[in-house]
T-cell receptor
Framework: GAGVSQSPSNKVTEKGKDVELRCDPI?????LYWYRQSLGQGLEFLIY????????KSGLPSDRFSAERTGGSVSTLTIQRTQQEDSAVYLC??????????????FGSGTQLSVL | GEDVEQSLFLSVREGDSSVINCTYT??????LYWYKQEPGAGLQLLTY?????DMKQDQRLTVLLNKKDKHLSLRIADTQTGDSAIYFC????????????FGKGTHLIIQP
């Protein structure tokens, strides 16, 4: 596609359930990022992929959060045993190189997660 | 660690200039960015400036960088209702594995 695509756009779940969020980056972009945007907060960095590998997972808030990327393309962010504090907009971004030099990140529209 | 600070709200009249300010802490930042987020949408890159520059102009947008004071500003000339959005300042202090460090965003409110 022309841009970064995320699905679902909205997800309402019950506390304790697992959820899976999907990100389809721009074709050819090797770097992929997940951020979390909570109400009144900035963007919290979660994880970065270069190709299929994730050099830095330290941003993940807890061991209930995991992410994978297969084929250097689509990524999924999984949250197990969701808690109410997980409610937020989860944004995915991709960039061409991920080298840290002039990182022009292209963002998807996000998944609004609501945990009841 | 790195920190990026912005005011949460700015209200201006339509047609006036808007100036959104940002301060950052990491002096090793190579690039600094301004992103715009409209309601229900992701972030869109507006403009960026290389750290060895002090000004960059792009149509109605002017970015000023004071590296000594670690202060970045975005000026929007002739502010229009379509400029109403949240504006995020970001730095690439870590780059790559650390992503960009974003401020909390400034809500720009346009008064008629």
């Amino acid at each position: 596609g022309a841009g970064v695509s995320q699905s679902p756009s909205n997800k309402v779940t019950e506390k304790g359930k697992d959820v899976e969020l999907r990100c389809d980056p721009i074709s050819g972009h090797t770097a992929l990022y997940w951020y979390r945007q909570s109400l009144g907060q900035g963007l919290e960095f979660l994880i970065y992929f270069q190709g299929n590998s994730a050099p830095d997972k330290s941003g993940l808030p807890s061991d209930r959060f995991s992410a994978e990327r297969t084929g250097g393309s689509v990524s999924t962010l999984t949250i197990q045993r969701t808690q109410q504090e997980d409610s937020a907009v989860y944004l995915c971004a991709s960039s061409l190189a991920g080298t840290g030099t002039n990182e022009k990140l292209f963002f998807g529209s996000g998944t609004q997660l609501s945990v009841l | 660690g790195e920190d990026v600070e912005q005011s949460l709200f700015l209200s201006v009249r339509e047609g006036d200039s808007s100036v959104i300010n940002c301060t950052y802490t990491d002096s090793s930042s190579t690039y600094l960015y301004w992103y715009k987020q409209e309601p229900g949408a992701g972030l869109q890159l507006l403009t960026y400036i290389f750290s060895n520059m002090d000004m960059k102009q792009d149509q109605r947008l002017t970015v000023l960088l004071n590296k000594k004071d670690k202060h970045l500003s975005l000026r929007i000339a002739d502010t229009q209702t379509g400029d109403s959005a949240i504006y995020f300042c970001a730095e690439d202090s870590g780059g790559g594995a650390d992503g960009l460090t974003f401020g909390k965003g400034t809500h720009l409110i346009i008064q008629p």
